[in-house]
């Protein structure tokens, strides 16, 4: 009996620890307007846009040195993220592949900001968000909570 409760509370752990870290995964993946086989079909938060995301990451957490919330002039969110070597050759890597084209900024399976890609050089970058206002005071947040180990 002593087994079973024990394998139990085990297999009860292990769930919640693979549903805490879904709800908090951080991604940047290629994305399009135009559905693509093989992509899931996505609304973008605070939009009615539809998107389609590659099932693969480009970007992870890992891939981010540091990252700092900032207020701009005027009240927008922002969030400055330096990403490391190999990360800022994987978004080199995906702005090349995806040029005037989107990517989206995954965070707990919820597209936060889907921008069409301009162009990327360095090391650091700007999220911004899809409101006139910069990101949401919860996206920060929810942003910074799946970046947490960086700070």
């Not at 693979?18 to 938060?45: H, K």
């Not at 999220?127 to 960086?150: F, H």
Request: charged residues 20%; proline residues 3%; glycine residues 6%.
């Amino acid at each position: 009996m002593h087994q079973i409760m024990t394998w139990t509370a085990c297999c009860m752990v292990l769930l919640f620890s693979g549903t805490l870290q879904t709800e908090t995964q951080f991604s940047i993946r290629a994305a399009s307007a135009q559905p693509v086989e093989g992509w899931q079909r996505m609304q973008v938060e605070h939009s009615d846009r539809t998107i389609w995301v590659a099932p693969t990451a480009a970007i992870v957490a890992s891939d981010i040195e540091k990252a700092q919330p900032e207020i701009r002039d005027g009240g927008d969110r922002v969030i400055r993220v330096v990403f490391t070597d190999a990360g800022a050759s994987k978004i080199r890597d995906l702005t090349a592949a995806q040029l005037k084209d989107l990517i989206a900024l995954v965070v707990g399976g919820k597209v936060i900001w889907a921008p069409v890609v301009q162009a990327m050089a360095g090391k650091e970058a700007v999220l911004t968000g899809n409101l006139t206002t910069g990101l949401t005071e919860e996206e920060v947040d929810r942003i910074m909570v799946s970046l947490r180990q960086l700070n």
